[in-house]
């Protein structure tokens, strides 16, 4: 029996017993994980999902955290006095090893989800959690892009620290500004702050 599961954006089809080297996961050497994500099921009666198959999973060991291959960016502009410019890259991969493949009942297995990350942030734990977040303060937040400055970029950050509101940032000392790591607050905007805050 085999299965083509989807993870990291890319499909792979696995037998039981299969290493693989997949896109960055979050866990450790030796914990156990679960792809749910299954397009197919191979094998004497094989089923196709519509796009996935409902209950399905594959279950897998995780053996290493891994880099790939140095890949090499060169890039050469002819011509009397041109530029060069030479990049490497090595991406972040997870070895693991399959262990069993489920046709049915993977969501009653209580084995954790393979999560995949983006710069070490899990992606799909992280999602919901966030929304909540920007739902419950969205009715006490003031338009922190009014701040000179600040983009929305910036503002989203400003959210993310837990600044919602212009009271919240004119009330910061400057302890409270150095303890921020997700942005740089500038002095100017707890000034402006203020003066918005008053109305």
Sequence with gaps: MFAV???????????????????KLIADAGETVQFNEILMLG??????????????GVQAEVVDQIKGDKVIHFVKRRRKHSSKRTKGH????????????????????GIKAAVGSVSGVAVEAAAPAKTK????PAAASDDLTQLTGVGPAAAKKLVEAGLTSFAQVAALS?????AIDAIKIKPEWVEQAAELAKG
């Design 133 to 136: 977040a920007a739902v419950a």
């Design 90 to 109: 090595r991406q972040k991969l997870t070895l693991v090893k399959i262990t069993d493949i489920l046709p049915s009942g993977a969501d009653k297995s």
């Design 174 to 178: 400057a302890d409270g500004i150095a």
């Design 43 to 56: 094998g004497d009666s094989p089923v196709i999902g519509a796009p996935m198959i409902e209950g399905a």
């Design 5 to 23: 599961i989807k993870t990291g954006g890319k499909q792979y089809k696995v037998h039981s017993g299969d290493f693989l080297r997949v896109e």
